[in-house]
């Protein structure tokens, strides 16, 4: 009954018209360049059917092409281009043989061949007015030549109604999971300001009147039943149906509330009951770039934390496209929010921690340090796991309090290093004034001895001296002595 897997064919009675048919279906029968740009299973495709079905009612020729198809993925530019080609001649059911006409052309380039195509082929042989629909645009981010060049051919069949108005019967719908700054680079000849973009709102209470008919008869107040599933889902297209689908089930065999069945059915060991693939591809995409996972999980974790006062403002930065892409936030009145309850329980605090832990070599300081509001020198690092961490986070896109932590911790260990190269410095001055005092003290001792030498020296000298003197005067003595009596 409920369709949760892949596009809702045409026919499908539970496809929910939501505020984006009307847009894109008027925006693209005015001839306007339209371009839908949203996360996954958020609806994109089956509104292109619907979409399709609409116009070729109303007389519009209408094609599509798949980029994520195998055909024209892991090719070089040549086979690209005329992969895009030979789908589009299938499609309109074009009388040209395609090989000849490429061989003609063959001095032409890539993008010449296709513009060649659309004016001589195309716009010849189809009189109707024209819509391209150009499904998973961002497969061309896996390509291993660059797509500027198509996506400013396209811009240029806008500039070209001007001087050929053939071309005001050609127009392009874009859709896929990507930013324009993702898909080209040169925002002078970016198609992305010249189109309308068409947001891909979740359902809404007054939309959803063909998912409440499969719960009437079921439930007594089907309304109240639907409302609640609303809540939890947030209107998000792929779980809302997944919703219906289980509490038809559950009615039948076991009679539950919407949020019992939410508890058992979604939330709980989500990992293993996540078919078909939902939460996993929003994980994935979260943490596939290692170098802003980080970044992305702090914003998510401070969307989280200030979502009562609605304090982080919606803008247009890489990263807060990027969450947005992944189907976990939305923006709402300029501000961002978690999607739906159910996301907000499954990506909750702890998984956050979980896998900041396993990005960040140093999640256990850095999470102690930031509970410290940044003073607790003792969580900042130091040495090898300082020199780990720089070398992890190079070419990464860290959050700002990891930028924090990180130049705080090199801060810490220079001033520490300063700290030590002085505490050296005056080891080795009070040493050398150390050896410096005994060294005086040596040569005072050494001069002290020599002095002490000379007067014992000078002492015996002196009794010496004294003594022969006291012997010479006692002998001359003597023989005066001697004299006086010989002359007596």
Known sequence: MYIFSGSLPEEATTYVT?????????????????????????????????????????????????????????????QWYADLIDTLIESFGLDVDF??????????????RFRKFL?????????ENIVIFIDEIDSVLSLNFPTDDFFAFIRACYNQRVDNPEYNRLTFCLLG??????????????????????????????EVEPLEKGLHGRYSDSQA????????????????????????????????????????????NWESQDEPEHFRTIRDRILRDEQRASYLLELYQQIRQTEEQSEITADDTQEQSELQLSGLVVRQQNKLRVYNPIYKEIFEQNWIETQLRNLRPYSENFKFWVASGGSDDSRLLRGKALQ?????????????????????????????????????????????????????????????????KRIRYGTVVLFLTILGAIISVTEAKNKLQETYTYVA
């Open 18 to 78: 939501r505020e984006a048919d009307g847009e894109l279906y008027e925006g693209l029968k005015a001839g306007k360049f339209c371009y839908v740009l949203n996360s996954r299973q958020s609806g994109k495709s089956s509104l292109r059917v619907r979409t399709m079905r609409r116009l070729r009612e109303s007389g519009v020729e209408c094609a599509a092409i798949d980029l994520s198809a195998g055909g024209i993925q892991n090719v070089p530019p040549e």
């Open 99 to 112: 090989g000849d006409w490429w061989s003609q052309n063959q001095l032409n380039s890539l993008v010449t």
């Open 119 to 127: 004016e001589e082929i195309l716009l010849a042989e189809i009189k």
């Open 177 to 206: 999971v990507a930013s324009p700054s993702n898909l080209i680079q040169d925002k002078q000849r970016t198609p992305f300001n010249i189109g309308k973009a068409i947001s891909l709102k979740g359902f809404q209470l007054d």
């Open 225 to 268: 039943v639907m409302k609640e599933i609303l809540h939890w889902t947030g209107g998000q297209p792929f779980l809302t149906q997944k919703l219906c689908q289980f509490m038809v089930e559950s009615e039948r065999d076991n009679p539950r509330t919407v949020e019992q069945v939410v508890r058992s059915r979604l939330i709980e």
């Open 388 to 452: 780990g961490a720089l070398e992890w986070s190079r070419d990464k896109s860290l959050s700002y309090q990891d930028r924090q932590f990180l130049a705080a911790s090199q801060a810490k260990e220079r001033e520490e290093e300063i700290a030590a190269l002085e505490k050296e410095a005056a080891l080795e001055r009070e040493r050398k004034d150390r050896e410096a005092t005994e060294k005086r003290n040596q040569v005072l001792t050494e001069a002290n001895q020599q002095a002490k």
